[in-house]
């Protein structure tokens, strides 16, 4: 008996990509260390800082939300790609299959006339 290889099913990600988030969380880590660096010794000083890190957080989501969505569009080309190549593969064996039994019938008859 031969043992089969059997292929595992692709298991698709789900969430952001890691990459971005981590690139994310290094950009609101640098800039608030360079915000928080500069001394957070009265109300004033620290309301600044606090409205700098809101203004940095909302850039990092805004990015992750542009990668995620130039993301989804190149899995919808790739997806389209997919089934194209899926048709025309279809329309070959569909020919393929048509040419051999023609032929077959054609040995058939021919065989027959003999």
């Known amino acids: 008996?031969?043992?089969?290889?059997?292929?595992e099913p692709i298991i698709e990600p789900k969430g952001p990509?890691?990459?971005?988030?981590?690139?994310?969380?290094a950009m609101i880590g640098a800039g608030a260390f360079a915000v928080g660096a500069a001394a957070l010794s009265n109300q004033h000083k620290r309301q600044e800082v606090k409205t700098k890190l809101t203004d940095i957080k909302n850039q990092a989501l805004d990015s992750i939300g542009d990668f995620q969505d130039q993301a989804m569009v190149k899995k919808n080309e790739l997806d389209i790609r997919l089934l194209q190549g899926k048709?025309?593969?279809?329309?070959v064996t569909d020919s393929v299959k048509k040419t051999l039994r023609n032929g077959i019938k054609d040995a058939q008859?021919?065989?027959q006339e003999n």
Request: glycine share 4%.
């Open 87 to 91: 048709v025309k593969a279809k329309k």
């Open 109 to 111: 008859k021919a065989a």
């Open 1 to 7: 008996m031969k043992a089969t290889k059997q292929k």
């Open 17 to 25: 990509n890691p990459v971005v988030v981590a690139l994310t969380g």
